[in-house]
């Protein structure tokens, strides 16, 4: 009997995906041989929208993205605007920047979704996409990931469910008759995966992106549209051997190690010491001043 946890937030996508990838799992196995459980758990995959710090320290703080609207109104930007307007044949006073970015989302959108070379498209070259994907990756450097600690750190919640889950998975089994730990699937958000990958010390570069900062940011590890595009996905996968369990982690089907250990798969005690400090802190409560109380519910998708 194949036993298999889903957890996912309480978005309709998220509970959709679960019911296909389930759906998925009958056309390979029967139900016979599946025991299956699904909760849904907002607590631990929208766990920013419970951090008091995170909430009132970046989400609702207008200087917590600065880099961002400084890019925003910085020459390169402008430089895409009036590249834009030329084009339109319009004054380039009558583009925003906010209708610039929209009408780039539309052409990304419809490559990405229906494969279509879209008519959005035309109004960019390769110089200008460059642009409009780093001022994407500043928002989410400085709103969920390394640009301030408590992005990270709110994931806290999910950080030791995963250890857990591993630590019990790793545990010697009584006998060979005894079943092991189910597998642990969890569905969620980018703004979920991105926090976690952050706390794990995971495409951190030398010098962070700003707004001052483009032209030496090409060659950055921090590229969102790679770490998180659609269906991205987060894999530990951990193997019995000799010397103990090795823990490998595959970003998106493409292994990758962990930082500061030079093996694909390091011993599983190794990567529980590199993370100590995180194991026995990374405290949620008391990294986020208690759960938020009386917020409305989070509109952002």
């Known amino acids: 009997m194949k036993r298999i946890s889903l957890r996912s937030s309480s978005k309709h996508r998220c509970v959709s995906s679960v019911e296909a990838f389930q759906d998925g799992l009958q056309q390979v196995w029967s139900r016979q041989d599946m025991q299956y459980s699904h909760q849904v758990d907002d607590e631990l995959m929208r766990f920013f929208e419970y951090c008091r710090g995170y909430v009132e320290g970046v989400e609702n703080n207008r200087t917590a993205l600065l880099e961002v609207e400084k890019f925003k109104h910085g020459m390169e930007m402008e430089a ?80 030791h469910h995963v250890f857990r889950t591993l630590d019990k998975a790793g545990r010697p ?97 190794d990567v529980r010491a590199m993370y100590r400090h995180l194991l026995d802190g990374c405290d949620f409560h008391r990294e986020c001043e208690g759960r938020t109380g009386g917020r409305g519910p989070n509109t952002e998708l």
């Not at 921090?222 to 998180?228: A, K, M, Q």
């Open 80 to 159: 895409v605007r009036r590249r834009m307007a030329e084009r339109l044949g319009l004054p380039h006073h009558r583009l925003t920047p906010d209708l610039v970015e929209a009408a780039f989302f539309l052409c990304s959108y419809e490559l990405s979704i229906k494969s279509l070379h879209s008519p959005w498209c035309f109004l960019f070259d390769e110089n200008d996409a460059k642009v409009l994907e780093y001022k994407s990756d500043l928002k989410q450097f400085w709103k969920r990931s390394h640009g301030h600690v408590i992005s990270s750190l709110s994931s806290c919640p999910l950080f």
């Open 173 to 269: 089994r009584r006998s060979t008759e005894a079943s092991p730990e189910p597998a642990s699937i969890l569905v969620g958000h980018a703004e979920t995966l991105l926090p976690l990958l952050s706390l794990l010390g995971l495409y951190k570069d030398q010098t962070s992106p700003t707004a001052d900062n483009y032209h030496s940011q090409h060659g950055r590890s921090f590229r969102t549209s790679l770490i998180v595009p659609y269906a991205a996905n987060l894999l530990f996968v951990l193997y019995d051997c000799q010397r103990g369990p090795r823990l490998q982690m595959l970003i998106n089907e493409s292994p990758v190690r962990f930082p500061g250990l030079m093996e694909d798969a390091p011993l599983y005690r």
